[in-house]
């Protein structure tokens, strides 16, 4: 199964915020929104960062409560790990375990296409397995 699959079942909107944008209305955009990131973009396709939950823990034990006045662009990361509609699920399990991340945002022809989380990765992995389990089950109560 590839990437595509999972954008096909969640949709390819992906929730953005520009590198101006204040930590305390990122932080209200994920509350709101109940996500946990957000790419960081000029356009909504060109992507510049990522900021997550991660990220603003760590300015929050670095800059206090100063850190919610502090635009987007100063604590994002900046060197985002990314993935295509064509790759493995496989292999972005493998991509988000190497590089320790729960989002990866979906890039095709160098344009933002879609984002997948760890959770999205798992729902899709656990119905996969549901699904071998039935048509064992099916092959073995026909066999018999």
Do not use: F
Not at 52 to 57: A, H, L, N, Q, W
Not at 103 to 131: A, F, N, Q, T, W
């Amino acid at each position: 199964m590839k990437v595509a699959s999972i954008l096909k079942t969640k949709g390819t909107r992906v929730e953005t915020a520009r590198p101006d944008t204040s930590l305390y209305t990122v932080v209200w955009d994920l509350k709101l929104k109940g996500i946990g990131a957000l790419v960081v973009s000029e356009d909504g396709a060109t992507i510049l960062g990522l900021i997550s939950e991660r990220d603003i823990v760590r300015g929050l034990a670095e800059h206090g409560p100063k850190l919610l006045g502090l635009p987007v662009s100063q604590l994002m990361t900046s060197s985002v790990v990314t993935c295509t509609p064509e790759d493995s699920i496989t292999a972005v399990m493998a991509q988000m375990t190497r590089h320790r991340v729960r989002h990866l945002p979906v890039v095709e022809s160098g344009r933002l296409c879609g984002m997948v989380s760890i959770g999205d990765v798992v729902k899709h992995r656990l119905d996969e397995l549901e699904m071998e389990a039935n048509i064992l089950r099916e092959i073995l109560i026909t066999s018999h």
